[in-house]
């Protein structure tokens, strides 16, 4: 059976170099060990984030006892079963959040942390499910509480927590405004469904949503950009505003005021999936199969993908990322 004995070997990325100029090539590692409450998946696509891209500079590491290799997420056919796993079985084809392993031929997940893969979805569309459609239920329906009637900010919206956030919150019936930095990407934002997109590189945010929602502020903000958006979230955030940050494309520090903080009751909020424990993200996947899955299977939210490459072109994969110019996701193909 794969993965009965640490000793056999698959193919995997290495990191080859790490820091400024990191390096990813094609190699070998140890077969992932099937381990109790666990399933082995015969890996067939992982989608490529940017918590990849900080892991391979050296910004990111997998929490103790995940694999070092990339990857957040994957999606392919379960080969074997540990003796405790009742609700899987070998033949099932699903896609997973994992803490790690995605980019390789095999990987050991937790069942509770698999999703099947939705009818009619390719393993490339089913890939690039999970690290964007746990985050986004996460944060902005969990921790965020938005609610139908609601007014949503996303920044980022052409990214793929951007396209997932905006079909998701549309679907629940909350008014959707995002910022993006280009034309196409605002177009692509209203085909999915914004309400209101605001160009940043030529629209102050903070003023254009006090216009669009007569003075009052978005409920929610869901941000990945943080430094000098930190104190602009205050000032367009509602009274009782939920504000979440999720990333730092601008960087971890900030200098604000916080009076608004205090004057409108707002809560600010930040969280990472990676090192939640197992029975966490499980309850995610549940609350996900209950009320977003059946969403896909009606067509009303569907993976935007950017580009797909084999896995041997991880490297060109995380350029793309670098790059910034992509809708949606990136995804491996493997095999």
């Known amino acids: 059976m794969p993965g009965s004995t640490a000793s056999a070997k698959m193919q995997a990325i290495v990191i080859d170099k790490t820091g400024e100029t990191p390096v990813l090539i094609m190699g070998e590692a140890d077969?992932?060990?099937?381990?109790?409450?666990?399933?082995?998946?015969?890996?067939?696509?992982?989608?490529?984030?940017?918590?990849?891209?900080?892991?391979?500079?050296?910004?990111?590491?997998?929490?103790?006892?995940?694999?070092?290799?990339?990857?957040?997420?994957?999606?392919?056919?379960?080969?074997?079963?540990?003796?405790?796993?009742?609700?899987?079985?070998?033949?099932?084809?699903?896609?997973?959040?994992?803490?790690?392993?995605?980019?390789?031929?095999?990987?050991?997940?937790?069942?509770?942390?698999?999703?099947?893969?939705?009818?009619?979805?390719?393993?490339?569309?089913?890939?690039?499910?999970?690290?964007?459609?746990?985050?986004?239920?996460?944060?902005?329906?969990?921790?965020?509480?938005?609610?139908?009637?609601?007014?949503?900010?996303?920044?980022?919206?052409?990214?793929?927590?951007?396209?997932?956030?905006?079909?998701?919150?549309?679907?629940?019936?909350?008014?959707?405004?995002?910022?993006?930095?280009?034309?196409?990407?605002?177009?692509?934002?209203?085909?999915?469904?914004?309400?209101?997109?605001?160009?940043?590189?030529?629209?102050?945010?903070?003023a254009r949503v006090m216009d669009l929602t007569d003075g009052k502020g978005a409920n929610v903000i869901l941000d990945m950009v943080a430094g000098d958006y930190v104190g602009r979230n205050f000032k367009c955030a509602a009274f009782e505003g939920r504000i979440l940050i999720i990333a730092f494309l601008n960087g971890p520090k900030a200098e604000t005021n916080f009076t608004p903080l205090l004057l409108k009751r707002l809560t600010l909020m930040g969280s990472t999936l990676r090192a939640q424990p197992v029975a966490r993200k499980s309850e995610i996947a549940i609350s996900l199969k209950q009320h977003v899955w059946p969403l896909i299977a009606q067509g009303k939210i569907k993976p935007v993908i950017y580009q797909t490459l084999p896995l041997s072109k991880a490297q060109k994969a995380h350029e793309i990322l670098r790059d910034g110019h992509h809708i949606g996701k990136v995804v491996l193909e493997n095999g």
Not at 80 to 109: E, H, M
């Open 31 to 206: 077969m992932p060990v099937l381990t109790d409450g666990c399933v082995l998946i015969r890996i067939k696509a992982a989608g490529v984030n940017r918590p990849d891209l900080m892991q391979v500079a050296g910004m990111y590491p997998p929490p103790p006892g995940a694999s070092d290799i990339p990857g957040l997420e994957l999606a392919g056919e379960i080969v074997a079963c540990a003796p405790d796993v009742t609700d899987s079985q070998v033949g099932d084809k699903v896609c997973a959040l994992v803490t790690g392993g995605g980019y390789a031929q095999y990987a050991v997940v937790p069942a509770g942390q698999c999703l099947p893969v939705p009818d009619g979805f390719s393993m490339v569309e089913a890939a690039s499910l999970p690290e964007t459609f746990f985050t986004v239920w996460h944060n902005l329906f969990e921790k965020g509480r938005l609610q139908a009637g609601e007014t949503v900010l996303i920044h980022g919206g052409s990214s793929g927590i951007g396209t997932t956030a905006i079909q998701m919150a549309k679907a629940f019936g909350a008014h959707v405004i995002t910022t993006v930095g280009t034309d196409e990407k605002a177009r692509a934002c209203r085909d999915l469904g914004a309400d209101a997109v605001i160009h940043y590189r030529t629209e102050d945010f903070v």
